[in-house]
């Protein structure tokens, strides 16, 4: 998106404080209440209370469904597969940029990784040949991105027909589907691990992993910067290039966690698989309070606003609801979101 926002000036003691120097103040904060300022931010707590209410529709239309254990499974499992894909575009959003290619990443890793060849080498080569094709995707984004002359718009919008592309030349438009028992068994109803879907599992890492980068490391800290100030992180001694290229990178291999999960959940590869991703991982993020011009956001609001789409779109399955109705009132938050997200902006000038 764009590289000029200035929400959120870096500190040129960024990555080396001067001597002498007094240290930054959120470091002086005791680590939990840091912690637990982080998870509950107002936003997020708004969220949950979003997600409440929705829980309290769905007793009162459905008490005997929505509320059941095996509902609840399917939430959070349908969930998961976005949600991982969400987290490598929340890191993008808030370095300043865009990725329009994630949906597309996801079908040709899921493809690649579905191909007989593949298949020859059990589920270690399917889910390294995933790993490999959305790292390298990703990779291509940020080249362009970050040395070549592309703006994200339009570097990732080629990857998107590129890779859909690509992933239909493969597939022939064929369903490749998956034999390997292993993977099969992974995605099978009575895969469980502590009771809990290994899908959900792996996102829940996913997720934790994401927390810790953001917010206690230097990778973290850089990607802020640049997001709210590229020139002034520049000035602070920030490789702004080489950080734009590995957030790309860190995009486009959180895709190809989601391409073998998403294999996992169908027992197949297709060239439409993660079709509308790009849409719903980029909402997720902005409804959990992503700034779009970059410099601001969160793990866990992005997780929540998985969930809120999520639940929203199990309310309307379950209510034999209109699919039409469904994406005017994802719209309808989408806006609410946005609105939000300016009137925030607003008081902090």
């Not at 000029?4 to 001067?18: F, I, M, N, Q, V």
């Not at 469904?65 to 349908?78: A, K, M, P, R, V």
């Not at 597939?171 to 490749?176: A, C, D, H, K, N």
């Given at each position: 998106?764009?590289?000029?926002?200035?929400?959120?000036?870096?500190?040129?003691?960024?990555?080396?404080?001067?001597?002498?120097?007094?240290?930054?103040?959120?470091?002086?904060?005791?680590?939990?209440?840091?912690?637990?300022?982080?998870?509950?931010?107002?936003?997020?707590?708004?969220?949950?209370?979003?997600?409440?209410?929705?829980?309290?529709?769905?007793?009162?239309?459905?008490?005997?469904?929505?509320?059941?254990?095996?509902?609840?499974?399917?939430?959070?499992?349908?969930?998961?597969?976005?949600?991982?894909?969400?987290?490598?575009?929340?890191?993008?959003?808030?370095?300043?940029?865009?990725?329009?290619?994630?949906?597309?990443?996801?079908?040709?890793?899921?493809?690649?990784?579905?191909?007989?060849?593949?298949?020859?080498?059990?589920?270690?080569?399917?889910i390294f040949t995933a790993?490999l094709v959305g790292l390298?995707?990703?990779?291509?984004?940020?080249?362009?991105?970050?040395?070549?002359?592309?703006?994200?718009?339009?570097?990732?919008?080629?990857?998107?027909?590129?890779?859909?592309?690509?992933?239909?030349?493969?597939?022939?438009?064929?369903?490749?589907?998956?034999?390997?028992?292993?993977?099969?068994?992974?995605?099978?109803?009575?895969?469980?691990?502590?009771?809990?879907?290994?899908?959900?599992?792996?996102?829940?890492?996913?997720?934790?992993?994401?927390?810790?980068?953001?917010?206690?490391?230097?990778?973290?800290?850089?990607?802020?910067?640049?997001?709210?100030?590229?020139?002034?992180?520049?000035?602070?001694?920030?490789?702004?290039?080489?950080?734009?290229?590995?957030?790309?990178?860190?995009?486009?291999?959180?895709?190809?966690?989601?391409?073998?999960?998403?294999?996992?959940?169908?027992?197949?590869?297709?060239?439409?698989?993660?079709?509308?991703?790009?849409?719903?991982?980029?909402?997720?993020?902005?409804?959990?309070?992503?700034?779009?011009?970059?410099?601001?956001?969160?793990?866990?609001?992005?997780?929540?606003?998985?969930?809120?789409?999520?639940?929203?779109?199990?309310?309307?399955?379950?209510?034999?609801?209109?699919?039409?109705?469904?994406?005017?009132?994802?719209?309808?938050?989408?806006?609410?979101?946005?609105?939000?997200?300016?009137?925030?902006?607003?008081?902090?000038?």
């Open positions: 998106m764009t590289h000029g926002a200035t929400s959120e000036p870096a500190s040129p003691s960024l990555d080396k404080p001067r001597p002498g120097a007094p240290p930054p103040g959120p470091a002086k904060r005791p680590a939990g209440r840091l912690l637990l300022g982080r998870l509950t931010d107002v936003h997020s707590v708004s969220l949950i209370g979003v997600l409440a209410v929705l829980a309290v529709i769905g007793a009162a239309t459905k008490p005997d469904q929505f509320l059941s254990t095996d509902n609840l499974q399917l939430i959070l499992t349908q969930a998961s597969v976005i949600g991982v894909v969400t987290v490598g575009v929340t890191f993008v959003i808030i370095g300043g940029g865009i990725d329009l290619s994630v949906g597309a990443i996801v079908a040709l890793a899921s493809v690649w990784c579905t191909t007989v060849a593949t298949q020859e080498f059990g589920m270690g080569g399917m790993l390298c995707c990703g990779l291509v984004n940020g080249v362009l991105i970050a040395y070549g002359p592309m703006v994200p718009f339009v570097a990732t919008l080629a990857m998107l027909a590129s890779a859909r592309g690509l992933a239909l030349h493969i597939t022939e438009g064929r369903t490749q589907v998956v034999s390997v028992e292993s993977v099969l068994d992974l995605g099978g109803r009575d895969a469980y691990v502590l009771g809990v879907p290994p899908l959900v599992i792996i996102f829940a890492v996913v997720t934790v992993i994401g927390w810790v980068l953001l917010n206690r490391t230097t990778f973290g800290r850089r990607t802020v910067a640049i997001g709210g100030n590229p020139e002034a992180a520049r000035l602070a001694g920030i490789a702004v290039k080489r950080q734009r290229l590995m957030l790309y990178a860190l995009s486009g291999l959180c895709c190809g966690i989601a391409a073998f999960m998403l294999v996992v959940l169908s027992g197949s590869g297709q060239n439409t698989n993660g079709n509308l991703y790009e849409l719903n991982a980029i909402a997720a993020a902005i409804i959990g309070g992503t700034l779009l011009s970059g410099g601001r956001g969160t793990i866990i609001g992005s997780v929540l606003g998985v969930l809120v789409f999520t639940t929203i779109t199990n309310l309307f399955t379950l209510n034999n609801l209109d699919s039409a109705g469904q994406q005017i009132a994802q719209g309808a938050i989408i806006v609410a979101a946005v609105l939000l997200q300016r009137r925030s902006a607003a008081q902090h000038t």
